[in-house]
């Protein structure tokens, strides 16, 4: 059976799971990131057959997310290195790792983030940016992009209308959307008319 394909859709999440959203790619990826390179490295680490992590380290490379460079002439052979793309992950791999040890280690955590100074145990929060707030609800919530198509606008909308219910202590805010008193809708911003050459 053929996997379906979520690379047309919209969702970032979506697209996100095209790419890495099968866990052997995850777990290379977390790999890659403690310095592993080597097709036999990888191997031994995950104990993985050896036309999967073929296939998984091709897909990778066609996404972006490793580099494949030749070390070896005779017999040619090839590592795999982070791209910038694939460096860009470890934020993902942090929260992933963060989350584990949270609902899935009651026997305690057997890998910790520090501080590579002080030794000191790190608390992963994803924070924006500009104001350093934690990025919890009600504070932030998704809205819809430029791009935002009609089904992906209703969607958000929908979201926004259960968590203000949920908010107000409204009952049975898991029924029907009719049944909700819908929070003021988020209209996608307008996307910028192309300039005419003169």
Not at 41 to 63: C, G, H, W, Y
Not at 84 to 103: C, E, M
Not at 153 to 176: H, P, S
Request: glycine share 6%.
């Amino acid at each position: 059976m053929e996997r379906k394909s979520f690379g047309n859709m919209q969702c970032p999440v979506a697209r996100t799971l095209e790419r890495v959203g099968e866990w052997w790619s995850i777990l290379i990826l977390r790999d890659a990131m403690h310095g592993l390179t080597r097709f036999d490295q990888f191997q031994k680490s995950l104990d993985i057959a050896p036309n999967m992590l073929t296939r998984r380290l091709n897909s990778l490379v066609e996404s972006g997310l490793l580099e494949r460079r030749q070390y070896s002439e005779r017999p040619p052979r090839h590592e795999y290195v982070l791209t910038d793309l694939g460096r860009d992950f470890r934020s993902i791999l942090v929260a992933l790792n963060s989350w584990g040890n949270k609902h899935f280690a009651p026997e305690g955590p057997s890998v910790l983030l520090v501080d590579s100074t002080s030794g000191e145990v790190a608390e992963p929060i994803m924070v924006d940016r500009k104001s350093g707030k934690p990025l919890s609800l009600p504070e932030f919530v998704f809205a819809p992009g430029p791009q935002a198509n009609e089904s992906m606008i209703r969607r958000i909308n929908f979201a926004r209308e259960r968590a203000a219910a949920a908010n107000d202590g409204a009952e049975n805010a898991v029924g029907q959307a009719e049944a909700i008193e819908p929070a003021a809708p988020v209209k996608a911003p307008r996307k910028k008319a192309a300039k005419k050459s003169a």
